[in-house]
């Protein structure tokens, strides 16, 4: 973090400052990173002692000092012998001292600031951009999917003076969540990937999660830009909501940013990029299937608006070999036998996307395997959706399907009553099921798609296998 008096700290986040028994005053200077897990805390680090579902941070502070903690900020005080600062809420506090280390580096004047959010895909453009700008300046974005109302400010309180660019990874699942993060970190450009069923139980609804995701550009400034998915409806629809300028990305006609001629292989995807100037670059994208073009297409908007020329967003796109941990992570090889681990996440959009993947790599003549579990947090489209699924598989004529988990049954369910297949599609009831089943039944030529969200654990399943065809 950037260096800050107690002093300022505190009138930051509005705390108390306590310093009882120690050395320190309110012109002591702290500098060191922040953490929120004690485990993590290493000499001059801030540990915000956040009270959680399970357990209380309060309870690890004694840790966290022994490790060399500089500054708790504690929602009580403890008998501790460092500063203190008490505040009424650690995780608002958090946000405060977010939004004010953003303010206080973009007004050195080179600071960029970009949000991204989605339904589906946001870490893997996260990735693909941090790629592009690390190659142009100094360059601070998510550690996995550091999204949410912790994550995200913790990402901002990584900045130091010499930050070109700041990436948000920026997700919710209620009103109101984007636009606080918004307010922390104050784009210039904020991105909208998709609009989709993913987390929609806890939203209600999809017309709820168009209203979330809106926030994302709703306070954009006329200066600022609004990068959008121009084959996305209801991400489109947010064009008249914005005053920002609005730049598109997708296949559509109209994007000007642009992914043309694409073809998806087993070794990856390639496409045609065409930039708002007219010039046009052959791409070739080692990860995989179609939907993470449009993932490229997105940072790549960013990156031009940044400055980035199409060469470069080219080699960027050429050197990135998968979209993250867990995330259409192809592993596996041995006997003739490819693992795909896609387990991290599924929504609706998503699992529909990875099995089509699946349907168009799969070489002439070889079986498709799609392992499959839950797909978490839909409230009460579960079950419908869960359904579909099942149903597409069918439609795409997926060789063996093998479904995992009472919660994911209704997949199993929808492909035998649907009539047209006999014994294509088995259920188990846990992972390691599953792991017997396919151990004795994969053979040369196949390939299997491990595809759940991540509440199913279904990752490790996908790492099992990669490691028993490695």
Do not use: C
């Not at 654990?457 to 996908?462: A, Y």
């Amino acid at each position: 973090m950037i260096a800050l008096k107690l002093g300022q700290i505190a009138e930051a986040i509005s705390g108390s400052l306590r310093v009882d028994g120690t050395d320190a005053t309110s012109e002591t200077v702290i500098d060191g990173p922040v953490h929120t897990d004690s485990r993590e805390v290493e000499p001059g680090s801030i540990f915000f002692a956040k009270p959680g579902d399970v357990t209380d941070g309060h309870l690890f502070a004694p840790q966290a000092v022994e490790r060399g903690a500089a500054l708790l900020v504690v929602e009580r005080p403890l008998e501790l012998p460092v500063p203190q600062l008490v505040v009424d809420d650690v995780v608002v506090a958090l946000g405060a001292l977010a939004a004010e280390v953003v303010s206080r580096v973009r007004s050195l004047g080179r600071l960029r600031v970009v949000g991204i959010t989605g339904s589906n895909g946001k870490t893997t453009t996260k990735n693909i951009l941090r790629s592009m700008l690390e190659k142009v300046g100094p360059t601070i974005a998510p550690r996995g999917s550091f999204n949410n109302e912790v994550g995200a400010p913790m990402t901002m309180l990584e900045l130091t003076e010499e930050t070109e660019f700041l990436v948000v990874e920026m997700g919710a699942s209620g009103a109101g969540e984007i636009a606080r993060l918004v307010r922390m970190a104050k784009p210039d450009i904020g991105v909208v990937l998709k609009v989709g069923l993913a987390h929609a139980g806890e939203f209600g609804g999809i017309e709820a999660t168009l209203a979330a995701k809106t926030e994302m550009v709703s306070d954009l400034a006329a200066t600022d830009v609004a990068i959008l998915n121009a084959d996305d409806p209801r991400v489109a629809s947010m064009a008249d909501k914005t005053a920002a300028r609005v730049l598109w990305f997708g296949l559509d006609a109209r994007a000007e940013v642009s992914g043309r001629d694409v073809v998806a292989t087993s070794r990856g995807t390639s496409f045609t990029l065409v930039v708002p100037s007219g010039e046009k670059r052959p791409v070739a994208f080692r990860v995989l299937g179609e939907h993470h073009v449009m993932n490229a297409l997105a940072a790549a908007a960013v990156a031009h608006t940044l400055g980035v020329g199409a060469d470069d967003i080219v080699a960027a796109l050429e050197s990135v070999q998968r979209a993250e941990r867990w995330r259409m992570e192809v592993m596996g090889g041995a006997r003739g036998v490819t693992i795909i681990n896609d387990a991290y996440n599924a929504s609706p959009d998503s699992m529909a996307a990875a099995l089509k993947t699946l349907a168009q790599i799969a070489e002439p003549g070889t079986r498709t395997v799609a392992v499959l579990g839950e797909m978490s947090e839909l409230g009460e489209f579960a079950g419908e959706e869960h359904d579909r699924i099942g149903l597409l598989a069918v439609r795409l004529n997926i060789g063996q399907l093998i479904v995992v988990g009472p919660a994911a049954r209704r997949m199993h369910i929808s492909t035998i009553n649907e009539g047209s297949w006999d014994g294509e599609s088995l259920y188990v009831d846990t992972p390691d099921e599953a792991y017997d089943l396919l151990a004795g039944t994969l053979k040369s030529g196949d390939t299997v798609l491990v595809k759940s969200s991540n509440s199913a654990g279904l990752r490790f399943l996908g790492d099992r296998l990669g490691d028993l065809f490695s």
